[in-house]
């Protein structure tokens, strides 16, 4: 069966960083998009970041553009997320997702993703 598994989530101080990382299986890594996404307390789950099938193409939330880093290893079927300069308001439980796509590109709604992961917390205190 499909599982993309999440790990890497913590506490952290604001200003520092942590790398999740998504171990997917079940899966042809190679034709699926992947994506981050969060979920805060009370709030819908958003875009964070995502990244096309070669890992050519990525693009990321507003709130995290320059700070936070997508990337694929098609070899290993992982997908991580670099995350630096962390805010408190980065606080929420982070999820990866797989699109299966047949072309090179991401898309950024959750509801065309086709896998998640259970997601793992990520807490920036201030």
């Known amino acids: 069966q499909v599982q993309l598994v999440e790990s890497g989530g913590g506490l952290v101080q604001a200003g520092g960083s942590l790398r999740l990382s998504c171990a997917a299986s079940?899966?042809?890594?190679?034709?699926?998009?992947m994506g981050w996404f969060r979920q805060a307390p009370g709030k819908e789950r958003e875009f964070v970041a995502g990244i096309s099938r070669r890992g050519d193409i990525t693009d990321y939330a507003d709130a995290v553009k320059g700070r936070f880093t997508i990337s694929r290893d098609n070899d290993k079927n992982v997908v991580t997320l670099q995350m630096n300069s962390l805010k408190p308001e980065d606080t929420a439980v982070y999820f990866c997702?797989?699109?299966?796509?047949?072309?090179?590109?991401?898309?950024?709604?959750?509801?065309?993703?086709?896998?998640w992961g259970q997601g793992t917390r990520v807490t920036v205190s201030s």
């Open positions: 079940g899966i042809t890594f190679s034709r699926y998009g």
């Open positions: 997702a797989a699109d299966k796509l047949y072309y090179d590109g991401l898309n950024k709604a959750r509801e065309v993703y086709d896998y």
